[in-house]
Structure formats: C-alpha cells, structure tokens
T-cell receptor, first 114, second 113 residues
C-alpha cells in the first residue's frame, strides 16, 4: 500500500530560526513529490515539486531535497517568519493509479513564535 | 488565490439534512477532483472528473454522496442525509490533463450538528 509519513507531527520554533521537516514514502512506481503549505482553514498551496532526477529545489526561503533511492524528502525553511505558521504536507504522485495517483502525508503543523 | 473557487466556505447543518457544495475550477483545466480532509489529516481522494465524465470514485464515496460536472466546467458535490461523521473540509482541485500539479480551492468546511 502506498504510504507517506511525515515527521515531526508538530513543531514550534522562534521567528528567525531555521527548521527541517521530513517525509518518507513507499509510493511506487514514483512519479514526483510535492510539498504543499496549508494555512488553517485554507486549501493547500504548492511550494515545490520534484521528479525522480531532481534532488533539490528552492522556492525563496523554502528548499526541498529528494533522495529517490532511500525514498526520503525534506523541506528546509530558512529564517522563519510568523507567516510560515501552517501545516506542511508532503504529497507523492505515482505513475499509475488512475485519477487517484496522489498519496498525501498527514502534515507537519509548524508554529512560528516571537 | 490559486484560481479555484469553492462555495460556500462554511456550512453548518443539522444531521439528516442535505447539503450541496460548488467548485469552479481554473477555466482551462479539464480535470477536477474532490477530496475530504479531517482535522490533523491529509486530504483523502473522493472522486475525479475529466471534462463532464466522472472517471473514478473512492470507496469513501458512499451512496449518500453524489458529484456532478454537467458541462465540464463547475462541479457540485451533494451529501444527502448528513451524518456527524461527514463533518470535514471538502476540497476541490483542478488540473490540465497530463499536468503534474493540481491547484486546490480554499475548501468548504462542513459542520454537522
């Protein structure tokens, strides 16, 4: 069964600090991996997307890494801001599976405090 | 704002009532997806359309749930005889056929009392 596991489940950091969120997956065959940011009460918004051949991708203060051999990804947030407080969801797309190709993680709830 | 809109944003209803949600996808996107998300969980796939055709339904979509996309543009999701367990965020997403990314709407938060 395709699965995506994220850690930690929740995280509190001080404004200005860096943090790293982890994602392990068992989705096969692999197509791509995306990180989404979901503010409370809102829909997810894409941050990065990586295919098998990409091992790092940045979007401003967000940098995602992918190790397709170990099936692990991380999302690093640099110089955190209060507006980074949100749930960060790792989503893995399979090559097959009809319309339901996406497997979602349960998210890491990040809170940035003063 | 991703360009996908949903209405209403919030719905409170009593158990046993019927509710209907609407999703307007990005205009050139021919694929439309419905997901359900409960607190602290990731979205769970419910169903998807390619143009007006409903191509796949999850086993989560009981016979009380029905979705339509009559003209291949907006879609509606109806829940009949709502139960407290239906309380969740209902998310709509759209994409172009063959594209890697789905764009999500803001969701409709349903509370069944």
């Amino acid at each position: 069964k395709n699965q995506v596991e994220q850690s930690p489940q929740s995280l509190i950091i001080l404004e200005g600090k860096n943090c790293t969120l982890q994602c392990n997956y068992t989705v096969s065959p692999f197509s791509n991996l995306r990180w989404y940011k979901q503010d409370t009460g809102r829909g997810p918004v894409s941050l990065t997307i990586m295919t098998f051949s990409e091992n790092t991708k940045s979007n401003g203060r967000y940098t995602a890494t992918l190790d397709a051999d170990t099936k692990q990804s991380s999302l690093h947030i640099t110089a955190s801001q209060l507006s980074d407080s949100a749930s960060y969801i790792c989503v893995v797309r399979a090559l097959t599976g009809g319309g339901n190709k996406l497997t979602f993680g349960t998210g890491t709830q990040l809170k940035v405090e003063l | 704002d991703t360009g996908v809109s949903q209405d209403p944003r919030h719905k409170i209803t009593k158990r046993g009532q019927n509710v209907t949600f609407r999703c307007d996808p990005i205009s050139e996107h021919n694929r439309l997806y419905w997901y359900r998300q409960t607190l602290g969980q990731g979205p769970e796939f419910l169903t998807y359309f390619q143009n007006e055709a409903q191509l796949e339904k999850s086993r989560l979509l009981s016979d009380r749930f029905s979705a339509e996309r009559p003209k291949g543009s907006f879609s509606t999701l109806e829940i009949q005889r709502t139960e407290q367990g239906d309380s969740a965020m209902y998310l709509c997403a759209s994409s172009k056929q063959g594209a890697n990314e789905q764009f999500f709407g803001p969701g409709t938060r349903l509370t069944v009392l």
